[in-house]
């Protein structure tokens, strides 16, 4: 099956300052992308030269909608209107001199009066809207904005649909139902979507496949569940915060290697992905930590010391800091949880148990 | 902050008291429909001579409902005006108090004054009729304006302006409001242009070739001749005298009157009794090429050279009094539109 | 206020014969007049002013940053003045006409075709050339602070990039030209000495004639306040315009790509906006130097610097206190939600509509009886009269200036204060800091730059003000612009040049700086 969307060795550059780079994607007809990266990392700037609001410089984007191929090269950029893309924004960007219904058909130019009022009636019956089709914008709530952004984007049938942060206005307890009730829309309608968000948890609800992005680049794209378990850097570990962080060391021993740490030595076969450190020439690496990893350990003296508890239905979560301080293996936030209650200030020891650690250079 | 701008709001109104006028004695406060510069010469002259300081507002319009709204606590002694009818609006208001002295009497021919000596004509000026000079000397009467020939020849500033309206005036005055009417059509027909401009401003349309005659005031012919650039336009023309074989030429004035509520009376008088003074008079005629009214005193040598003329003996009171009538008529001919 | 209300009150006893008998005559022309004035001028002022904003806020044109503020210089030029010029110009006894016929061998009127200026359409055009910058100004800023993200989805849904402009930027932007169109209209109904020039007859012409003329106060009120009902319907007609679109941007169209002209395009839309500037400003300027260069002379400079102190002296008054009236009912309103709020400012927007002689005429009526109070007072006191402490002193000028320029004070300090986020109010309570400290040192440093563009806005338009200081002006009292209109009312306008410079440069204060905020932001 051919992808519907390809993107190829892509770079934006604005005012002399790289601002993507080397951007790789595909995705099939019908799949959700989200986009996540920490603010500032272009995935905004990915979306707006998707739409062709910016132009890429270099790199090309093909966008297949069955019946022809939409080719957006340097040497081609075709401007917005012309690459069957359509957006949802986060603000929604509904134009406030239009009614409801006007939002929805400004982009059916090319259909008749007829069939125009036809798509409407659909897009207004499928988004529960038929009550508010004659109100303006101001006169709508949060909620009901977003479903006639959505509801516009969609009435031209756009081959792809971009969403910008769309659940981030959204209150917090209807935000989850609405991801569903829109993912649900989309399957549906079998509409692939790139979406963008700082909210890991949004993308688990919402996407079939994630897309990490650190500073211009895409660091790692795969379903949700294969990033979690494998990710590929320090970055994607840290923003999917898949847990706390562990300065270890190398230290060679007679024959073999060890980490060390300062809550105890790590042999590297307890290490899944040993093999990709193994070659580095730093000294420095961190350690993916999950809360699962550490116990309370009794033959070791005290080495940690709370910082922090707050209570969560999995028990006390703790946030430990390294009683000694003046190493670079120094750490503090670490976390772990216990049902046990402990005393804030209380000195505790603890160690690693555990095989499938991950190890980053930092 | 909050006390800066407190002390900036005190400094403000501290500073705007600071303007408040305080008149002192030795000053006469003088109402102008003069321009300054015509009259300055006059009044430092005069202060030269008695001491007396002159304050003097000039204002066209809305001179004399200030004077009526500030009644008896009005600061104006004097008041200038260019034309009869003003000189009657305040009259007939009620704005003026009698003012007599022997200089007065002696300098003004009673024709030139009030009958209640509210007012005193200071120079005289001919509503002129100015024609091209390549049409050769022609003798006009005011009535020629209605004939035919003079089809898109006639070239006129606003209808509604004082000097027009007078002559209106007087032209019911001889003639009667329905035959007045007739001649304003008809002149209205008869002219080039919409009424636009000054009186200047139509002597430079004949030396432009865009019209062949105009009216205008005498004194604008000497004041043409004396400025460089203006001088071409008044080259172009004749001044003529009309209705000289007949009634006169129509005249207007420039006058003087006592505010009712004046203030500084004696000094009000002193300046008074010198506008009428030879000296003034030469030097008032002088400056704006009009004719004084104080007989013995002559007119410039540049006016004297237009020569004698006969002038309508019609009272300026009765101009004056149909002054209403001609405005409405001047609205019936549509004249201005 | 009170002076208007005095105004209306005193056109109840009107006279019904002289009525009939202007409506019999000339007063239905006088209205079709003033009725095609304002309509004419208004479409003239959209036709140039829309065009330019877009060109100026959308286009790569070159030297659009220099035309960005030199198609404001117009505002700096009085409107009389440029009346002046220009007719005298263009009048058949003007220089463009001799050299016409001196070149062409014409004789007469009749030899060629060239068009009357002394007409409504003359009229029309000039006084547009002066005032289509607030369309322009108004219009820009509106584009510019567009949401970009609203073009964008206009983009996406399959509108070109003139497309978008044509059904979202441009409706987006109409609150901001129907306010504009609404502050030219009132101006040009208002004006009198500039249609003078021009011969055309307007309402404000009958409102001269029933005065001056007829001497018929209450019929000049009258007629004056069926110029008021225009300018209310103006208003009226400007707000429903706005009603229903409250929808504030956020975030400022400032980086959008410009649209790319082509070479034909390009030449055409500089020829247009260098035309403007020509027209509006380069011309008139032009011309004034070049007398002032011709008649300057030295003592000519010692009068100017007397008269110039005076206009400064009451265009700051006026200046700062209609600002500080502006403040402080902003601050109120906002601070006092309540639904009577909106009325005082609303009213105080008519002042800007009243011709300035009318304004005169009702500080008039009502300073006069009140100064008779004082002084009877005073006597009864047995203290020594004061005379005319009100009607008959500079403070009756800086009154009339307030009343007439307070809309533009308040217009300016309302946008401002609008811009100021509501959470802002109740921030300082919150950290224990009572109402009256808060606004000093919350508010007032937020509004710092409106508070100098409201104050340089009055200023200029205080400087420039003609008839109420012509008729309000105590004894030995000369401004610039007295000055000036006293020398073109003699036609002499070349010795009153430097002047009319001097007018024209402090009007380019305000540009300048507002020029300057913007480029800072």
């Known amino acids: ?362 | 902050m909050l006390n800066k701008i407190w002390f900036s709001t005190l400094v403000f109104v501290a500073l705007i008291g600071a303007n408040f006028n305080t008149l002192a004695n030795d000053e006469v406060n003088v109402y102008s429909y003069r321009q300054p510069f015509l009259v300055k010469p006059l009044f430092d002259e005069f202060s030269k001579e008695t001491g007396i300081k002159v304050n003097v507002v000039f204002a066209k319009k809305g001179m004399a409902e200030r004077l009526a709204r500030e009644g008896e606590y009005s600061p104006a002694d004097i008041l200038l005006t260019t034309d009869i009818s003003r000189l009657i609006e305040l009259h007939d208001k009620g704005l003026l108090q009698p003012a007599t002295s022997s200089e007065m009497t002696a300098a003004i021919p009673a024709q030139f004054k009030a009958s209640d000596d509210t007012w005193y004509a200071l120079t005289t000026r001919v509503r002129n009729i100015y024609s091209a000079k390549r049409l050769g000397k022609i003798a006009f009467n005011y009535e020629d304006l209605a004939d035919d020939k003079w089809q898109g020849k006639i070239c006129t500033r606003s209808g509604k302006h004082p000097y027009n309206v007078a002559l209106v005036a007087s032209m019911i005055a001889e003639h009667g409001e329905a035959d007045t009417l007739t001649w304003l059509q008809k002149v209205k027909a008869n002219l080039a242009r919409k009424p636009q401009g000054s009186d200047r401003a139509q002597v430079q349309a004949i030396h432009q070739n865009l019209c062949d005659i105009s009216l205008g005031n005498s004194y604008y012919f000497g004041n043409m001749l004396k400025d460089e650039k203006q001088k071409v336009w008044a080259d172009a023309v004749y001044i003529n005298f009309p209705n000289q074989n007949n009634r006169g030429a129509h005249i207007n004035i420039s006058g003087m009157a006592m505010a009712k509520y004046a203030p500084n009376k004696t000094n009000a008088l002193a300046l008074m009794n010198f506008l009428v003074s030879e000296e003034a008079q030469e030097m008032y005629a002088e400056t704006n090429m009009e004719y004084p009214v104080r007989p013995g005193v002559k007119a410039s040598k540049l006016v004297a050279s237009w020569g004698e003329f006969k002038a309508d003996a019609l009272s300026l009171e009765t101009i004056a009094k149909q002054r209403k009538a001609a405005l409405i008529l001047l609205d019936k001919a549509q004249f201005d539109l | 206020m009170a002076p208007i209300v005095v105004m209306l009150f005193a056109s109840i006893n009107v006279s019904s014969d002289l009525f009939a008998h202007l409506w019999s005559t000339v007063l239905p022309e006088y209205i079709r007049n003033t009725l095609g004035l304002g309509i004419l001028v208004a479409l003239l002022s959209l036709c140039f002013g829309v065009p330019a904003a877009a060109i100026i806020s959308q286009t790569n044109i070159v030297m659009g940053k220099q035309l960005r503020w030199l198609l404001m210089l117009p505002l700096a030029m009085p409107a009389y003045l440029v009346a002046y010029l220009y007719t005298d110009l263009f009048d058949y006894a003007g220089p463009v006409q001799r050299v016409l016929r001196a070149w062409f061998d014409w004789h007469s009127p009749n030899d060629y075709y060239f068009f009357d200026i002394r007409t409504l359409g003359g009229a029309a055009i000039v006084i547009a050339f002066v005032l289509f910058p607030y369309v322009y100004m108004l219009t820009r800023t509106a584009l510019e602070q567009q949401d970009r993200n609203l073009l964008r989805a206009s983009r996406l849904l399959g509108c070109t990039e003139r497309q978008s402009f044509y059904q979202i930027a441009l409706p987006l932007a109409r609150p901001a030209i129907a306010v504009s169109l609404a502050l030219v209209t009132m101006e040009t109904l208002a004006d009198f000495a500039t249609v003078q020039y021009f011969a055309v007859n307007t309402l404000t012409t009958a409102i001269y004639d029933t005065w001056l003329g007829y001497g018929d106060f209450a019929a000049a009120n009258a007629l004056a306040s069926v110029l008021m009902l225009f300018i209310l319907f103006v208003v009226v007609a400007e707000q429903r315009a706005r009603a229903g679109q409250r929808h504030q941007s956020s975030r400022p169209n400032t980086e959008h790509q410009r649209k790319q002209l082509s070479l034909i395009q390009q030449i055409l839309a500089s020829m247009f906006c260098w035309f403007l500037v020509f027209a509006g400003f380069l011309l008139p300027i032009i011309l004034l130097l070049n007398m002032a260069i011709d008649y300057a002379d030295y003592q000519q400079f010692t009068a100017l610097i007397e008269t110039g102190k005076n206009s400064i002296k009451i265009a700051t008054y006026s200046a700062t206190i209609a600002t500080l009236i502006a403040l402080t009912l902003a601050l109120f309103q906002r601070l006092h939600q309540s639904r009577g709020r909106m009325i005082p400012v609303q009213i105080s927007g008519f002042g800007y509509a009243i011709p300035g002689t009318v304004l005169a005429m009702a500080m008039l009526a009502t300073f006069g009886p009140l100064d008779h109070v004082i002084n009877d007072v005073a006597k009864a006191f047995d203290f020594k009269a004061p005379g005319l402490i009100l009607s008959g002193t500079v403070f009756a000028i800086v009154f009339a200036f307030i009343v007439r320029f307070s809309a533009i004070a308040n217009g300016t300090i309302n946008a401002g204060i609008g811009q100021i986020p509501k959470s802002l109010d109740l921030a300082p309570a919150s950290l224990g800091v009572k109402t009256l400290p808060a606004l000093f040192r919350v508010h007032l440093p937020l509004l710092k730059s409106s508070i100098l563009v409201a104050w340089l806005l009055v200023f200029v338009e205080a400087m420039k003000e003609l008839p109420a200081v012509l008729l309000l002006r105590p004894f030995n009292f000369e401004t610039l612009s007295t000055q000036i209109y006293q020398l073109i009312s003699d036609e002499r306008l070349e010795q009153g040049a430097l002047g009319a410079i001097l007018i024209v440069l402090f009007g380019l204060l305000p540009i300048i700086f507002l020029n300057r905020q913007k480029d800072s932001k």
């Open chain 1, 1 to 362: 099956m051919t992808p519907l969307i390809t993107i190829e060795n892509l770079a934006v550059e604005l005012q002399s300052k790289l601002i993507l780079s080397q951007v790789d994607l595909s995705l099939s007809k019908g799949e959700i992308l989200g986009l996540v990266g920490p603010s500032g990392c272009g995935k905004t700037t990915l979306l707006s030269t998707l739409a062709g609001f910016i132009g890429q410089s270099t790199g090309s984007i093909e966008i297949n909608t069955g019946d022809k191929l939409i080719k957006i090269t340097l040497d081609d950029m075709l401007p917005p209107e012309q690459r069957n893309i359509g957006m949802i924004f986060q603000d929604y960007a509904l134009f406030p001199h239009l009614t409801v219904t006007e939002n929805i058909c400004f982009g059916l130019k090319k259909i008749t009066k007829v069939e125009q009022a036809q798509r409407c009636e659909e897009l207004l019956t499928l988004l529960e809207l038929n009550e508010l089709a004659q109100r303006y914008p101001h006169q709508l709530s949060g909620g009901q904005q977003q479903r006639v952004a959505i509801a516009r984007a969609l009435a031209p049938q756009p081959s792809l649909l971009l969403l910008d942060e769309p659940f981030s206005n959204i209150d917090a307890r209807l935000r989850n139902e609405l991801m569903i009730e829109i993912r649900q829309l989309l399957k549906r309608l079998e509409i692939t979507a790139i979406f963008v968000t700082h909210n890991k948890d949004e993308v688990f609800t919402f996407a079939d496949k994630i897309a990490v992005m650190h500073q211009g680049q895409v660091l790692q794209v795969g379903a949700p569940a294969l990033v979690c378990q494998q990710p590929n850097s320090w970055q994607v570990a840290d923003f999917l915060q898949l847990g706390s962080w562990l300065p270890v060391m190398f230290s060679a021993t007679e024959n073999s290697l060890a980490l060390s740490s300062l809550i105890g030595a790590l042999a590297p076969h307890r290490i899944k992905n040993i093999g990709a450190c193994k070659n580095a020439v730093l000294t420095n690496f961190q350690l993916l930590v999950k809360p699962s990893d550490i116990v309370l350990s009794s033959h070791e003296a005290n080495n940690v010391i709370i910082e922090h508890i707050g209570v969560t239905e999995q028990g006390y979560h703790y946030l430990l800091s390294s009683l000694e301080q003046n190493t670079t293996l120094a750490f503090s936030q670490l976390s772990f949880y216990s049902q046990e209650l402990f005393m804030l200030g209380a000195e505790l020891a603890i160690q690693l148990k555990g095989e499938h650690f991950l190890l980053y250079p930092t």
